[in-house]
């Protein structure tokens, strides 16, 4: 369970997130939807402890991630924007980094690092350095190390950018599977995801939050029934910022 | 401790993964040797012990201490790994001591791999070994100082060079508030205890006492002290700066 409440973030002025709260269940799929600079990417920072939010809380399975931020990180997986990891090392190494950190006890250590490898079709480069690596297989190594330890709650920035089409359903088919019991939560600007995996979707521009709903129940706001004309009316219409916040 | 240890064997083995490694400790060792045997004199002195060596230390370490401690957060905050490191459950404090300790230790390994002058001086004569050995901890606890303020300027910016530079310069100023010529600017004018106390934040001060084959609680606790509110503000900083 993600609770975050009266979440904003403020950099003098500049407001990047503006009184943000929601919460999310088991089992739900939230994309997070939002032109470029909407604050997309700050709330999933401030969701995974990273950033320090102005005001406002995010507890993450029972726990506020200011005051028990070590709790709070060990239930969660985080891919960063831009996946990033350690340029250096091997797959191989990183994984067993991230095993080491997440503190596996050795007997679910060797099954989970071999579920992953498995699932992200890691196999063939696991004693290749990351910088050599594609940009679609550094984001499945970032995927990888985000599940590893099979959290309860997985936060994804843009887990899909720069794959291509066969990777992108990859990546679709996995989270499609790991939905059932967890709490996943993607930012994305490609709609067509939104539909592909997202049970539910959340707009926000401006730091705002502007619609809260199910993908097809938003679609059907739109006289075309299409999501992206949603999108545009609502970030971008004369609407936008009093359009009212649908539960 | 465990998170610490964690992070340090990423960070130490990090240095051997690419040719940083090999270039440092190579160039440490042909710097440290030409100094002693150039500028120091070792033979020509006709005396078995390792002054001109240790000698040189704090200027070698004013440039070669800031190439290695640049990259420790710079880099990480430049390719984003940082916001990996701190989405993981370790504490900032626990990131700031792993990965210090392990620039420390590459530096110890680095001055460990000195030890044919060693073998060379007990070869030619009979020197004091227990002088050396002061010397060597002498030299190891300043080269930790060194790493700490290092450390903690490259928390502050995301670019190595400036990282280096500032470095440079505030390391400069420990070791040269110890220079009778620093000090003499002070003589004559301003009351004993206040030279005393800039002479007493130098590196050149306390690692000349140590190198003396004394070693005292005092100048111990300088070096501590020193590396601890560095660190502490290194750890500041980060929490400050992580996400610019």
Redesign the interface.
């Known amino acids: 369970m993600i609770e975050i409440s009266r979440l904003s973030k403020r950099y003098g002025e500049f407001t990047a997130v503006d009184d943000i709260s929601f919460n999310v269940e088991p089992g739900q799929v939230l994309g997070f939807l939002g032109p470029n600079g909407a604050g997309k990417s700050t709330t999933m920072k401030m969701i995974t402890g990273f950033l320090t939010p102005t005001s406002g809380t995010v507890r993450v399975c029972g726990h506020d991630v200011e005051r028990e931020p070590l709790a709070a990180k060990a239930c969660m997986g985080y891919l960063p924007e831009g996946a990033p990891s350690y340029a250096e090392m091997t797959v191989r190494g990183f994984l067993e980094f991230i095993a080491d950190v997440r503190a596996l006890p050795a007997e679910r250590r060797r099954a989970r690092l071999d579920d992953v490898i498995q699932r992200l079709a890691l196999g063939g480069v696991l004693e290749q350095m990351i910088e050599t690596l594609s940009k679609g297989f550094r984001r499945r190594v970032g995927l990888a190390q985000a599940l590893l330890h099979d959290p309860q709650v997985l936060i994804l920035d843009e887990p899909t950018d720069g794959l291509d089409p066969n990777q992108k359903h990859q990546v679709r088919t996995l989270i499609n599977a790991m939905a059932k019991d967890k709490i996943i939560v993607i930012s994305t600007h490609i709609l067509e995801e939104v539909d592909a995996v997202c049970n539910r979707a959340i707009i926000i521009a401006g730091g705002r939050l502007l619609a809260d709903d199910t993908p097809q129940a938003l679609a059907a706001r739109a006289p075309s029934g299409r999501l992206d004309d949603v999108f545009r009316q609502i970030t971008t219409g004369a609407g936008a910022g009093q359009e009212a916040v649908h539960a | 401790m465990?998170?610490v240890a964690?992070?340090f064997?990423?960070e130490f083995?990090?240095y051997f993964?690419?040719p940083l490694a090999f270039v440092f400790i190579v160039i440490f060792l042909v710097l440290a040797g030409a100094f002693a045997f150039y500028l120091g004199g070792f033979y020509e002195r006709g005396q078995a012990d390792l002054a001109p060596f240790f000698n040189y230390h704090p200027w070698l370490y004013l440039f070669l201490i800031p190439a290695l401690s640049m990259r420790l957060w710079a880099e990480e905050r430049k390719?984003?790994?940082?916001?990996?490191l701190?989405?993981?459950?370790?504490?900032t404090a626990q990131a700031v001591v792993g990965k210090y300790l392990a620039a420390w230790a590459f530096s110890g390994l680095a001055l460990a791999l000195t030890f044919p002058l060693w073998i060379t001086v007990n070869y030619l004569g009979e020197p004091d070994n227990g002088a050396i050995l002061a010397a060597y901890i002498g030299s190891f606890l300043m080269a930790g100082g060194f790493l700490a303020i290092g450390a903690c300027l490259s928390a502050a910016t995301r670019n190595q060079v400036i990282a280096f530079i500032f470095t440079v310069v505030i390391c400069f100023g420990f070791l040269l508030s110890g220079f009778g010529m620093v000090l003499g600017l002070f003589e004559g004018w301003a009351p004993q205890p206040v030279i005393d106390a800039i002479a007493s934040l130098s590196f050149l001060t306390h690692f000349g006492s140590i190198s003396k084959g004394v070693i005292d609680v005092r100048d111990l606790l300088y070096f501590g002290t020193l590396i601890a509110v560095w660190l502490a503000a290194n750890a500041i900083v980060l929490?400050m700066k992580?996400?610019d």
């Open positions: 465990r998170n964690v992070v064997r990423r083995a990090s993964a690419t390719s984003g790994s940082i916001e990996l701190m989405t993981l459950p370790v504490t929490d992580k996400a």
